[in-house]
């Protein structure tokens, strides 16, 4: 599904290390190490945003991507429900936890900063994709959003999708994930 051969990927200049990579149709595979070393980029690189300046990464044809990001758009004063970002992704409000599920149809800038962040979260992994790349999802999530979030990840993978996870999160990375790649830190010309 993807595959990585010695990348370096960034924006005005390199901001990886050289990574081989794979991720097969139903992994689970997690991304981790110190902040700085290139994790973000390297998502944003398999998302056609950061750029490749040498080695090589191969897409499986007709690929649908979707993208969480760490970047959290305004909602203050938009009004928007929740039921409305879902159906922007092509996402169901079908499965969301109990928590959230009745607050569905609320405005985003009425629910809580966790609330809106797994309700982000939820229309990212259940868009239409064959490959959803999150990064750091765990931030801003109380216990029962990290269980429900790892659950519904096994869940996605399970109907073949391939799934790239960015985190710091160590327990979060050992129950979600079928192997990690650890990045290490590196000088970058």
Request: charged share 15%; glycine share 10%; net charge negative.
């Amino acid at each position: 599904m993807l595959r990585a051969a010695a990348l370096v990927a960034g924006w005005m200049q390199p901001a990886t290390p050289a990574i081989d990579f794979a991720l097969a149709a139903g992994e689970i595979v997690g991304l981790t190490g110190p902040n700085g070393v290139g994790k973000s980029t390297l998502l944003a690189a398999f998302a056609g945003r950061a750029a490749v300046f040498s080695g090589s990464l191969e897409l499986q044809p007709g690929l649908r991507l979707a993208l969480q990001t760490q970047d959290v758009p305004p909602v203050d004063g938009l009004p928007l429900s929740g039921r409305d970002l879902l159906a922007m992704t092509g996402a169901s409000p079908a499965g969301l936890p109990p928590w959230l599920a009745d607050r569905v149809d609320w405005r985003l800038d009425r629910l809580s900063g966790g609330q809106r962040h797994y309700l982000a979260l939820w229309a990212v992994l259940h868009a239409p994709a064959d490959l959803v790349l999150l990064d750091e999802p765990t931030n801003n999530l109380d216990a029962a959003g990290v269980r429900h979030l790892t659950a519904h990840l096994h869940e996605r993978a399970r109907e073949g999708c391939g799934i790239v996870v960015v985190s710091h999160d160590s327990a979060f990375v050992a129950a979600a994930c079928d192997r990690v790649v650890a990045m290490e830190a590196h000088d970058v010309d």
